[in-house]
């Protein structure tokens, strides 16, 4: 084997262990041989652009391009492309090659273009890998969207873990049932997935991250092995993560290498799979046990002349039976008392809802005006999702039909 082929995680695999299950989708499995013949058949694409469907297709271009030293920006392709330089090529999978640019979710902004080198997503795997103690046995399933690094990484830990991943578009049914099939042991979700399962899993390890789950106990005591993560595009994925077996509460601790520590209260963080250091606008502390994040610093209105916490809002009403997600957002208080807080609710039609209980917050802290409606306003950014509300000075708007004998139970009040 070349020089290139030694750094070259698949080829080193199907040298290894040319039998190994490497791969799996509603086409069928690949063992780790099969795999690289594959990538090795046909040559990488032209420009950098690759559309991230939750196909084989997309596996195949993203590990063709890595075998050839280049890079690949990645995107939906339900939207524009990106329009970024053209990436720089270098000598197959050394430290500096450039594998990937991805983008931020935008939820509080316009997204950011991250690039994810070699080293970083090896770093990052080896992190993760050492925690779960991946091996040859595990089948990670990905159902996360591949233009974004929490889906993207789970292909970084399957190449240097050596374990298979299994790909498939997120439907809540079919997951459901893969889940329970006894043939998936890891899968990474984010919370709105989580709602939306069904059955009980047959798996050892159900990672949680790219929001704080509302109540992971109950969760964990339903059956679910819940490992709660933390960590961003530009930490590529996880920088903290919950050991296996652990009950999900109280800090989640650091990854094997990785330091942090809290800057004007909010989090900042260094380690092998991140660029000098990096800086986020999440407020939380660090301990020698771990991380605890308390909310997005660029998330807080001032209501009533009081700071308002939005992440730390839509935690307590998530938290409520009936409730899948909820969302906050500050509007100009008519009364001029800074802003009006209002929120926007998810519902689960299957699930007997309560009378909101909203004692654990203080005053300001309550919604003044409550939205219900359909998830879209999940995808947006802040100022559309401020949008949403114009045209309604309601206490209570319903804009989903169905779900009106749900808000009735909510808030009996109003009757």
Not at 83 to 100: C, E, G, M, T, V
Not at 114 to 132: E, K
Not at 338 to 347: C, D, Q, S, T
């Amino acid at each position: 084997m070349s020089g290139s082929g030694l750094r070259d995680p698949l080829a080193a695999w199907a040298a290894a262990r040319p039998d190994a299950l490497a791969y799996r989708d509603e086409l069928g499995s690949l063992s780790a041989a099969a795999l690289d013949a594959l990538v090795s058949a046909a040559p990488p694409s032209d420009g950098d652009l690759v559309p991230a469907t939750m196909e084989r297709e997309t596996v195949l271009a993203l590990l063709r391009r890595w075998r050839a030293g280049r890079g690949a920006v990645l995107h939906d392709p339900s939207r524009t492309a990106p329009i970024l330089p053209p990436l720089p090529r270098a000598s197959p999978f050394d430290d500096a090659q450039l594998l990937a640019v991805v983008h931020t979710s935008g939820t509080t902004g316009t997204p950011k273009p991250v690039t994810i080198s070699v080293r970083a997503a090896r770093a990052a795997a080896s992190g993760v890998a050492s925690r779960l103690a991946l091996g040859p046995e595990d089948v990670w399933l990905a159902c996360l969207p591949l233009e974004h690094v929490g889906g993207l990484a789970i292909l970084f830990r399957a190449l240097w873990a050596r374990c298979a991943i299994e790909l498939r578009a997120f439907e809540a049914r079919a997951i459901s049932n893969r889940l329970g099939s006894g043939e998936i042991s890891l899968v990474s979700v984010v919370p709105t997935m989580l709602h939306r399962l069904v059955g009980a899993p047959k798996v050892r390890a159900a990672i949680v991250g790219g929001a704080p789950l509302a109540e992971p106990m109950r969760w964990y005591d339903a059956g679910w092995p819940i490992l709660r993560s933390y960590g961003a595009s530009e930490t590529c994925a996880m920088i903290a993560l919950d050991p296996p077996g652990a009950a999900p509460r109280g800090p989640i601790p650091l990854l094997p290498g990785i330091e942090a520590w809290t800057e004007d209260g909010k989090i900042a963080a260094r380690g092998p799979q991140i660029e000098g250091v990096w800086r986020s606008s999440d407020l939380g502390v660090v301990s020698a046990a771990g991380i605890e994040i308390h909310g997005r610093a660029d998330r807080v209105i001032i209501s009533g002349g009081k700071k308002v916490s939005l992440d730390r809002v839509e935690q307590a009403l998530a938290a409520h039976p009936g409730v899948v997600r909820a969302l906050c957002v500050g509007l100009p208080d008519p009364e001029g008392w800074g802003e009006l807080l209002a929120a926007w609710i998810e519902l689960d039609p299957a699930r007997p809802p309560a009378p909101w209980k909203l004692d654990g917050l203080r005053p300001e802290e309550r919604p003044r005006r409550f939205v219900y409606g359909v998830a879209d306003a999940f995808k947006l950014g802040e100022a559309a999702r401020r949008a949403l509300f114009a045209g309604s000075a309601s206490r209570i708007e319903v804009r989903d039909p169905a779900l009106r004998a749900h808000v009735a139970l909510m808030h009996p009040e109003d009757r």
